[in-house]
């Protein structure tokens, strides 16, 4: 923190040299990912705060930072008062582009690098500050580059095939059902820059991002070619599959010199909250129109095929072993009084992870929250700046791992000793809502905005409530957080509904400052179901767990639970059990599981 002042006076000294009031630095790159490479980690560099969302505004008078609900408590710890005005965002709160246009009177020039802002948000923007007279300068030089002196370089890490038994569609018959799609669109060349996209439609990985088994790339498809910008390592193998598919791979700088050449007085589509605005002004000069439209990857990839499922449902088995397992050993040390902190945790439960050959590597970097720990959201330990699990409080741990096969995010909430009745009755409140949206019947057609009121209604009861989405996409050994669907309370512009095939998380939750965190967190994958009637002809759908895992027993208070809630949870228990046991080669282990997983009122 210490350096962070030093650091605003820099970027003030070249935003004067600029003639600018403000300076825009988003937490994303030029390819609008939620997760970036670490040499791109402009708003953690210039704030200190390091959440995995936000935008920092650096006046010449203060600083601004806007996040979501998730980082409310984050952000008061990591960011100074004397430096930094803070706002979360949400229902009720007007957005960013609308805000920022508050801070600063008529005549400010505020700049951006237009490589990190969407089309889309550079649209709002635009419109938001000259509505008040202010001058959005877009510029094409990265100012925090400018003074990060010690900046890590740009990865440049070796690419892999993902191959057919584990993608299901071969990355030709993906480039073609594109092209019709470009075809149908009226358009003669499409560009994709979001890099989980890139990756699916060319059935390759890497390792560019941590968490993320991205590289670092755009793509321009055409009617006839197609253009792959990197830098990664290849083998010839990978050098063969991409001409195969007739894709001629260039550098990564050279992407904006081959949209000159190429998309001269052409027609280019494009998704515009995932291009960014640089991409838009290079072919706008060159006479090109950019035509907006939703990413026709987007959806393909969300709705998995039935090999990439069956690679989920595999994935979260072995993960349910090593969870179990740790969740075993980690009860044992703390009451047999060994002294462990969350880091230590965190560590030996990937070590579990690792052991089956199909790891890659952890799906985000885990949370594991002792005590008040849990009610920072999104907490992270670090070693020297962690906890001790404490033996008489709550300890949360949302983890997840990258197999060749799929992508897990789970999350389990424990009690190491004799849980207070405010505890039992808050857990079991927000187990609940879990089980109201697991049993949740509805038709196609709805959206996960419209879903997000059965996993709150049980914690209102007792006015309790959450600053997160209660669920998000994850994708096929790709991103953790994938789009385009979600289950939230926060209604987006772009709110599909949910398609059988899809895969979404379950996890609500509940967080009290200073005392302890909740979150139940299961992947569902959404299923098609047949009820008694079919009014209108629609398909009828429900979401199912793939994880498996136990949910605290000793967190349970039976008596405000229904006896549809106790079936459901003895019905996933005996799953569970079902699924894990065989695997199980530990007898310890499966002891372990057989009591976790009696029903409830055993």
């Not at 920092?56 to 408590?73: I, Q």
């Not at 039935?306 to 088995?317: F, P, T």
């Not at 999350?411 to 949206?437: D, K, M, N, W, Y």
Request: charged share 25%; glycine share 8%; with cysteine.
């Amino acid at each position: 923190m210490s350096a962070i002042p030093g650091r605003l006076t820099a970027l003030r000294a070249l935003m004067a040299k600029h003639n600018l009031q403000a300076y825009i630095v988003p937490s994303e790159d030029a390819h609008q990912s939620e997760y970036v490479a670490d040499f791109l980690q402009r708003r953690p560099f210039i704030s200190g705060f390091d959440g995995s969302a936000g935008t920092v505004v650096v006046g010449d008078k203060r600083a601004y930072l806007w996040t979501d609900g998730r980082y409310s408590l984050q952000a008061s710890m990591q960011l100074s008062k004397d430096f930094w005005d803070v706002t979360i965002t949400g229902p009720g709160v007007a957005p960013f582009h609308e805000d920022l246009a508050t801070k600063f009177s008529k005549d400010a020039r505020i700049g951006v690098d237009a490589n990190c802002l969407s089309i889309s948000m550079a649209e709002q923007l635009d419109k938001s500050l000259n509505d008040k007279g202010i001058q959005l300068v877009k510029m094409t030089d990265n100012l925090v580059d400018q003074i990060w002196e010690d900046r890590p370089s740009a990865p440049c890490q070796p690419v892999r095939i993902q191959p057919m038994k584990y993608a299901g569609q071969s990355h030709i018959e993906k480039l073609k059902n594109l092209r019709d799609a470009l075809e149908s669109e009226g358009g003669d060349a499409i560009v994709l820059s979001a890099l989980d996209e890139i990756a699916w439609l060319l059935n390759m990985r890497g390792k560019d991002v941590d968490y993320n088994p991205v590289f670092i790339s755009h793509a321009l498809v055409s009617k006839d070619d197609a253009y792959l910008f990197m830098d990664s390592e290849m083998s010839e193998q990978v050098m063969a599959h991409l001409s195969e598919a007739g894709v001629e791979v260039k550098s990564y700088a050279s992407f904006f010199d081959t949209l000159r050449s190429q998309c001269r007085g052409k027609t280019v589509l494009s998704d515009f909250g995932k291009t960014n605005s640089a991409t838009q002004e290079v072919i706008q000069s060159v006479e090109g129109t950019v035509k907006k439209i939703t990413s026709p990857v987007e959806m393909p990839k969300a709705i998995k095929n039935e090999v990439e499922l069956k690679g989920q449902r595999d994935a979260h088995i072995r993960d349910g072993v090593a969870l179990c397992k740790f969740l075993r050993w980690l009860e044992n040390t703390v009451a047999q009084g060994n002294e462990i902190d969350e880091v230590q945790a965190s560590e030996k439960l990937e070590s579990l992870r690792r052991e089956y050959p199909e790891f890659v590597s952890p799906s985000f970097a885990t949370i594991a929250g002792s005590a008040e720990n849990g009610a920072i959201i999104h907490y992270h330990p670090r070693p020297g700046a962690c906890s001790k699990i404490k033996n008489d409080a709550m300890f949360l741990c949302d983890s997840g791992a990258q197999y060749v096969d799929g992508t897990t995010d789970v999350t389990r909430t424990i009690h190491f000793g004799t849980p207070s009745e405010h505890e039992r009755r808050c857990f079991t409140r927000v187990l609940q809502g879990h089980i109201a949206l697991s049993n949740a019947y509805f038709p196609e057609g709805i959206t996960g905005h419209q879903l997000d009121i059965f996993a709150r209604s049980p914690l209102w009861k007792d006015g309790l409530d959450f600053r997160h989405g209660t669920g998000h996409g994850v994708g096929s050994h790709l991103n953790v957080h994938e789009g385009p669907h979600s289950i939230s309370f926060y209604k987006r512009g772009l709110d599909p509904a949910l398609r059988s095939g899809m895969l979404v998380t379950n996890e609500p939750g509940y967080y009290e400052d200073g005392a302890f965190g909740i979150r139940i967190e299961n992947v569902c994958e959404v299923v098609e179901i047949k009820p008694a009637h079919n009014f209108g002809g629609k398909k009828y759908l429900q979401i199912q767990s793939i994880t498996m895992a136990p949910i605290e027993r000793k967190l349970i208070d039976a008596s405000i639970m229904s006896s549809e809630e106790i079936a459901w949870l003895d019905t996933y228990h005996q799953q569970v059990w079902d699924c894990l046991s065989g695997l199980m080669t530990d007898d310890g282990d499966k002891q372990w599981l057989r009591s976790q997983t009696l029903p409830l009122l055993a």
